[in-house]
């Protein structure tokens, strides 16, 4: 399973475009999201960690890789849907 911690994903607009945007990478990719700890947990079934990251940044968000995550406040301003 590959984990991303993405601070900037606070809606269910939001995880609805990350989960779009990691279908169109790897259609067969199972994801779970939860919104209160800003986690995106992805069970791949083609598309590699990098084209997974990539997908959510370039759908407008900025995941970091869940071992590398720190603790910090969610991001400032709110949602910042697209």
Same mark, same amino acid.
């Given at each position: ?40 947990? $992805?069970?791949? #079934?083609?598309?590699?960690?990098? /084209? &997974?990251? %990539? !997908? $959510?940044?370039? #759908?407008?968000?900025?995941?970091? /890789? &869940?071992? %590398? !995550?720190?603790?910090? #406040? ?9």
């Amino acid at each position: 399973m590959i984990a991303f911690e993405v601070k900037d994903m606070t809606c269910g607009h939001c995880a609805g475009t990350i989960t779009k945007a990691l279908a169109a990478v790897d259609q067969g990719a199972k994801v779970q999201i939860d919104l209160a700890s800003h986690h995106v947990r $992805i069970e791949p #079934a083609a598309a590699g960690a990098q /084209a &997974l990251e %990539d !997908a $959510i940044r370039e #759908a407008g968000y900025t995941p970091v /890789a &869940l071992a %590398d !995550a720190t603790p910090a #406040a969610a991001a400032p301003g709110g949602c910042g849907c697209r």
